[in-house]
T-cell receptor
């Protein structure tokens, strides 16, 4: 079946660095993509989303890039802080008839002071 | 104000027991969901309800039965619990299907 994301990797960065978390998706029918942050012991929290008619969207310290040609999604975090340490998930809506989000396997971001 | 709240936070029980997890959202959303997160952090959809009607029922054992008394509540009842049911269960809601989900804080279920 279709799938989103990669095996759970870990990205280690220093405080102040820029972080880039990548996600590959395979369902070309998806028209909506979203990033979540999950801290230990908590539920996933919304970070930023993007529709398929856009290729870039910016938020506060975060940018999502969508490359539909290669089916790739990335999350850029500027000036990474220790509080950004968490597991990050991408998700798409093309499966289950657009009725829900299908999540990738997540990336652990570790930020050292 | 907690937007999506689920109880209990932790649930420890013996194999074969029956247990329920409750979920309530105060966002006025029409759609609610249950997701299961395994030990590898993988989030998988279990059920989705829209205005109290079931719209998604993924491949989940029929020991799991969702119940939606109104559109603000979606409870999950699990019969005859098995070791493999141990996981974190998340309730979520959204205004539009397949769009931004708001998650609860999760229920960590441990079956002994």
């Amino acid at each position: 079946g279709e799938s989103v994301g990669l095996h759970l990797p870990t990205l280690s960065v220093q405080e102040g660095d820029n972080s880039i978390i990548n996600c590959a998706y395979s369902n070309s029918a998806s028209d909506y993509f979203i990033w979540y942050k999950q801290e230990s012991g908590k539920g996933p929290q919304f970070i930023i989303d993007i529709r398929s008619n856009m290729d870039k969207r910016q938020g506060q310290r975060v940018t999502v890039l969508l490359n539909k040609t290669v089916k790739h999604l990335s999350l850029q975090i500027a000036a990474t802080q220790p509080g950004d340490s968490a597991v990050y998930f991408c998700a798409e809506n093309g499966n289950s008839g657009y009725s829900t989000l299908t999540f990738g396997k997540g990336t652990m971001l570790l930020v050292s002071p | 104000d907690t937007a999506v709240s689920q109880t209990p936070k932790y649930l420890v029980t013996q194999m074969g027991n029956d247990k329920s997890i409750k979920c309530e959202q105060n966002l006025g959303h029409d759609t609610m969901y249950w997701y299961k997160q395994d030990s590898k952090k993988f989030l998988k959809i279990m059920f989705s309800y829209n205005n109290k009607e079931l719209i998604i029922n993924e491949t989940v054992p029929n020991r799991f039965s969702p119940k939606s008394p109104d559109k603000a509540h979606l409870n999950l009842h699990i019969n005859s619990l098995e070791l493999g049911d141990s996981a974190v269960y998340f309730c979520a809601s959204s205004q539009d299907r397949g769009r931004k989900l708001f998650f609860g804080s999760g229920t960590q279920l441990s079956v002994l």
